[in-house]
């Protein structure tokens, strides 16, 4: 017998446990003995109860029950605990066709718990300012550790992340009208089926909205799932961490998730068919579910990732600003119809994919429209999965009527086979058409490229037939696929689910602190403290109003603008050679905020070398020396040391891989100690008078690494060396007193 459930079964018997109550009784009062066992309607009030054994500070225990809180607090711990200390669960249920409404719970590490609870009602329900880990991640620099595993989760590992909301073997259970923010995850289902999540906000979470495992045949539909991000810093990084709006992982099938928004998070729906069918089996996946009228803008990955599973349907979606708008890799019919693509880095990426149609689409202003491609991916063609579908062939995908605007490669096909692509029209275009590698059976006919290109590179035998300027095809679902579908039953949702006009929108508005995102609700500034190069940028935060620079405190610095409306930012920028302490004081939502920094600017020489196995400077350090002694592949002068070249390359003279970075300056400082803050990716030394100060000649990803140092007044020479390996590739050097 599980431990959980032995505690409630020898509770039962004890003398304080709580008689069956009906509508009609008083109101109860809870303590830390309660236990339900019949309807109930709680006093409102504020209660704080622990719970030590997951046992849960409140247990409702059998079945046809009606809880009703009346809006009464269950609080856990004491007010100053931080999020990452929150332990127990809030409200337990265990009982067929429980009903449980308007309960606020907080301080938990999971805020409402149900297990074995078939036809479970949650809703009206506030479970936000429950657990969350504190993110180890910078403004300047990715921390692995804070990459999420969803991938495990049949012994219900997702709890040591926490929830809002948790249902274990719940099958048609109703969770609606709830809310979360400011926690991790907000609902998390397991086994499942049937079940309807409706008109809930699950947003401003570091985690997942709503994560379902094992779970098919749902309605997920007129949810807010906005801003569940971790892992983004704006123009720094943008990972994600594989945080999502909406989860869906491991044999979940024939859901429905309809007219939710899921904008601003790391994927906005991620889609992965699970370790079963990948490992394991080679099998079944998260097969014939329907995405419709979801808006999965603003990610910081995918707006739709799809791997590894059969027959989704992607229809009418909108997905802006990501860097996919659609990855479905290893996935096979799966019907890609109507979607409104515009502004990410690629619009619809598919390796490995077989007989997918992508219909009607609208992509603008993206760097690649449509990208479907075979390689040879060893470890994943030698799963089970690839085994079973015989080293997934790019091959049998219809690419139908989409029109392309101000995209400068529309189509590239590398190593797909037997494809279509007809009817499809292209206007700011100028590759329309890129065929690389086995181009075997590939149809191209009756497209409009306009000024376009085709750009035939490919080994095989494409057919390529007429592709005029004009065609009577029109992008208006006319084809019998749009005719004939239909949306499956959802619940009709009473909430406005998409962001309003007037909300912040974009990637820019993505800020996420040590605890997650930025939720709108308060006023403050974003950082606090700034320690830049020549200029550093001060987000001014809050839900509306105006805000006013009120003091100045650093005759060097100059601070533009000086009033604007929330939110706003401010540059700060040194108006001459030197380091700069600054000091601010802003007034906005009748409050005085400050902020501090440090601005560092210098007249620096920077000279980029490339490097191979015979000058590699962790083994050679002679021949290292004599390269950096070398002419450079290119140089140039900068203010400040604020390089973020992710995975391109420094300048068009420099491969973005094995590269070496020499940067030099003199700066005048005053006398007294002084902190140098470097952030690396790879290995960095940095040189102080020619005393090296900071020496972590390694590979590692972004790394920071601090030295204190006691300089006297006067000039003083600085000298920094960094190498790259391959993949991310950052060099950033703060200077600030100590």
């Not at 491991?250 to 939710?260: G, K, L, R, T």
């Not at 002419?631 to 992710?646: A, K, M, N, Q, Y």
């Given at each position: 017998m599980p431990c959980s459930l032995t505690l409630w079964v020898l509770a039962s018997a004890l003398p304080f446990g709580v008689a069956p109550l009906t509508a009609e009784a008083q109101p109860l009062v809870l303590d830390s003995r309660t236990i339900i066992t019949g309807d109930a309607i709680i006093k409102p009030a504020t209660y704080r109860l622990a719970d030590p054994d997951d046992g849960g500070a409140v247990r409702i225990v059998g079945d046809g029950i009606t809880v009703d809180f009346q809006g009464a607090e269950l609080v856990s711990g004491a007010e100053d605990a931080l999020p990452d200390t929150y332990t127990g669960r809030g409200i337990v249920i265990r009982g067929r066709n429980v009903t449980l409404k308007n309960a606020k719970v907080r301080g938990f590490k999971v805020g409402i718990y149900a297990e074995d609870s078939p036809g479970v009602t949650i809703t009206a329900c506030d479970v936000s300012h429950n657990y969350r880990q504190r993110l180890r991640s910078t403004l300047e620099r990715e921390d692995l550790s804070d990459w999420l595993y969803g991938q495990e989760n049949d012994d219900n590992q997702w709890l040591r992340y926490g929830a809002g909301i948790y249902l274990y073997r719940c099958p048609k259970a109703t969770v609606s009208n709830n809310r979360a923010h400011n926690g991790q995850n907000g609902i998390c289902v397991s086994r499942c089926d049937e079940s309807v999540i409706v008109d809930n906000d699950m947003s401003f979470l570091s985690g997942w909205g709503i994560a379902l495992w094992r779970t098919s045949r749902c309605d997920v539909s007129h949810n807010k799932t906005d801003w569940c991000m971790r892992g983004y810093s704006h123009g720094v990084y943008s990972r994600g961490q594989d945080s999502a709006g909406i989860l869906v992982y491991?044999?979940?099938?024939?859901?429905?998730?309809?007219?939710?928004s899921a904008t601003h998070s790391g994927d906005g729906f991620f889609l992965y068919a699970g370790n079963e069918t990948l490992q394991q089996t080679g099998e079944g996946g998260c097969n014939r579910n329907v995405l419709y009228r979801n808006d999965f803008s603003h990610a910081a990955a995918n707006g739709i990732e799809c791997t590894f599973s059969q027959g989704n349907l992607f229809v009418e979606n909108t997905l802006n600003e990501c860097d996919h708008g659609v990855w479905a890799g290893y996935s096979y019919d799966t019907v890609i119809v109507g979607n409104q693509i515009a502004h990410c880095a690629n619009g619809i990426s598919i390796e490995h994919g077989q007989r997918n149609l992508i219909l009607e689409n609208v992509i603008q202003n993206t760097r690649l429209g449509l990208h479907l491609w075979w390689d040879d991916d060893a470890d994943l063609l030698e799963s089970a999965f690839g085994r079973k579908h015989q080293n997934c062939p790019s091959s049998d995908n219809y690419l139908v009527g989409n029109a392309f605007t101000n995209v400068p490669t529309a189509i590239r096909l590398a190593g797909d086979t037997w494809t279509q692509v007809r009817w499809n029209r292209m206007e700011g275009v100028a590759t329309g058409i890129y065929l690389a590698g086995n181009a075997r059976g590939t149809c191209i006919c009756d497209n409009a490229l306009a000024a376009a290109t085709l750009r035939n590179e490919a080994d095989g035998e494409p057919v390529v037939g007429p592709n005029g300027e004009t065609f009577d095809y029109a992008p208006q679902f006319t084809s019998s696929i749009i005719q004939n579908w239909r949306l499956p039953p959802v619940t009709q949702g009473t909430q406005d689910t998409y962001l309003p006009e007037d909300h912040p929108r974009g990637r820019q508005y993505i800020l996420i602190d040590e605890w997650g995102p930025y939720d709108f609700t308060d006023v403050r500034l974003f950082p606090r403290t700034l320690i830049g190069g020549e200029r550093a940028t001060l987000q001014v935060l809050g839900p509306g109003g105006p805000f006013q620079?009120?003091?100045?405190?650093?005759?060097?610095?100059?601070?533009?603008?000086?009033?604007?409306?929330?939110?706003?930012?401010?540059?700060?920028?040194?108006k001459a050679a030197g380091v700069h302490p600054f000091h601010l004081t802003i007034e906005a939502g009748g409050r005085t905020l400050t902020a501090t920094g440090t601005l560092m600017r210098a007249d620096w020489t920077v000279r980029f070398f490339a490097w191979d196995t015979t000058t590699d400077p962790r083994a050679?350090?002679?021949?290292?020396?004599?390269?950096?002694?070398?002419?450079?592949?290119?140089?140039?002068?900068?203010?400040?040391?604020?390089?973020?070249?992710?995975?391109?390359?420094?300048?068009?003279?420099?491969?973005?891989?094995?590269?070496?970075?020499?940067a030099t300056t003199r700066v005048r400082l005053p006398a007294g100690n002084w902190l140098v803050h470097t952030v690396s990716d790879d290995g960095i030394r940095v040189w102080i008078d020619g005393r090296r100060i900071i020496d972590d000649w390694t590979w590692h990803p972004p790394k920071e690494n601090d030295a204190m140092v006691d300089l006297t007044e006067g000039e003083h020479d600085i000298r920094i060396a960094h190498f790259e390996i391959d993949g991310y590739a950052q060099l950033q050097f703060r200077l600030e007193p100590g």
């Open positions: 491991e044999q979940c099938s024939d859901n429905v998730f309809a007219y939710n620079i009120a003091e100045v405190h650093g005759d060097d610095v100059d601070v533009s603008p000086r009033q604007g409306e929330l939110p706003g930012q401010v540059t700060i920028t040194a050679n350090q002679a021949a290292w020396d004599t390269l950096l002694q070398g002419t450079p592949l290119e140089e140039r002068r900068v203010s400040s040391l604020d390089f973020v070249w992710g995975g391109g390359a420094p300048g068009p003279q420099v491969p973005p891989d094995r590269f070496g970075t020499l």
